[in-house]
């Protein structure tokens, strides 16, 4: 056993580290250290006066007047008033283009209750490029002594803020809203938006010539168009209800009837009419 155990330590003599080689192992690993520590220092150093150079060119190119805010291109402009418009991007003339705040330019050009959006865009050196979308007309109303123009989101604004307002004299009247409280006057009015774009989208050619929407009663949506006094009551529900048969019928029946004061399409499968006065 004792032999076995010696051959056993003599083997494993090989593996023993003298202390003369561990001192040479640790001076290695200081020397790599050192020029590890050097290396990212000095790469360090490196970035440092990179980014300091950097940040003094940008800074000097902010306050160089070759940058200054001096040119301002405004597209889709046509019932936003352009003095009001001027007035409230004016506090960003002369800024510096590579600094200015595009997000917050837009939302100064979206002021105007009649920009539905605008989108900014920077034209290098000195100007910005602003293209808005207005909001689309759908028909008009009176409240009181003013004419209000309503868009298709329902958006109610004065006429008579707007750039052109004479444009808007083609549009279909809305009736039967004045008096009503302001909740019923917003459901009013988008029951008449939501009739109106029905027949505008199944019938373009006869809603062309469409002249008003009498929305005073919950049962009924009266129409007249512009080259009739023909009246026509629709279903509030389902304005299109017998609308393709009267189209259809109507001069049939004009020459057997004649003159008819109005025609009652809220029943299924069942149009009514007044006979008028020939």
Same mark, same amino acid.
Do not use: M
């Given at each position: 056993m004792k032999g076995k155990t010696f051959r056993h330590v003599e083997q494993d003599r090989r593996y023993w580290r003298r202390r003369g080689n561990?001192?040479? #192992?640790?001076?290695?690993?200081? #020397?790599?250290?050192? #020029?590890?520590?050097?290396?990212?220092?000095?790469?360090g150093l490196l970035l440092w006066a990179g980014w300091t150079a950097c940040s003094r060119t940008f800074e000097a190119a902010c306050e160089a007047a070759e940058f200054r805010l001096a040119n301002v291109a405004v597209e889709g402009v046509h019932q936003t008033p352009e003095a009001m418009l001027t007035g409230e991007l004016q506090p960003f003339l002369s800024s510096s283009l590579l600094t200015l705040d595009l997000e917050a330019v837009a939302l100064a050009a979206e002021r105007h209750p009649w920009v539905e959006e605008a989108a900014v865009k920077r034209v290098l050196p000195c100007g910005i490029r602003i293209r808005l979308k207005e909001r689309t007309p759908a028909a008009l109303f009176r409240d009181g002594d003013r004419t209000m123009v309503v868009d298709r989101t329902g958006f109610v604004h004065d &006429?008579?803020?707007? $750039?052109?307002?004479?444009?808007?004299?083609?549009?279909? &009247?809305?009736?039967?809203?004045?008096?009503?409280?302001? $909740? $019923?006057?917003?459901? #009013?009015?988008?029951?008449?938006?939501?009739?109106?774009?029905?027949?505008?989208?199944?019938y373009p050619e006869w809603s062309s010539r469409l002249a008003a929407l009498d929305l005073a009663k919950a049962d009924r949506i009266t129409v007249t168009s512009g080259n009739s006094d023909v009246r026509l009551l629709l279903d509030p529900e389902n304005v299109l209800m017998n609308f393709e048969h009267f189209l259809a019928l109507r001069e049939q029946i004009h020459n057997r009837i004649g003159p008819v004061d109005y025609f009652d399409l809220r029943w299924k499968d069942r149009i009514a009419l007044m006979p008028g006065q020939s």
């Open positions: 561990l001192k040479v #192992r640790k001076a290695r690993l200081t #020397r790599k250290s050192f #020029r590890w520590t050097g290396l990212l220092l000095f790469n &006429v008579a803020d707007l $750039e052109h307002p004479g444009e808007f004299q083609g549009l279909p &009247v809305l009736k039967g809203i004045a008096g009503a409280g302001d $909740e $019923e006057r917003t459901r #009013r009015i988008r029951r008449g938006l939501d009739a109106l774009q029905s027949l505008q989208s199944r």
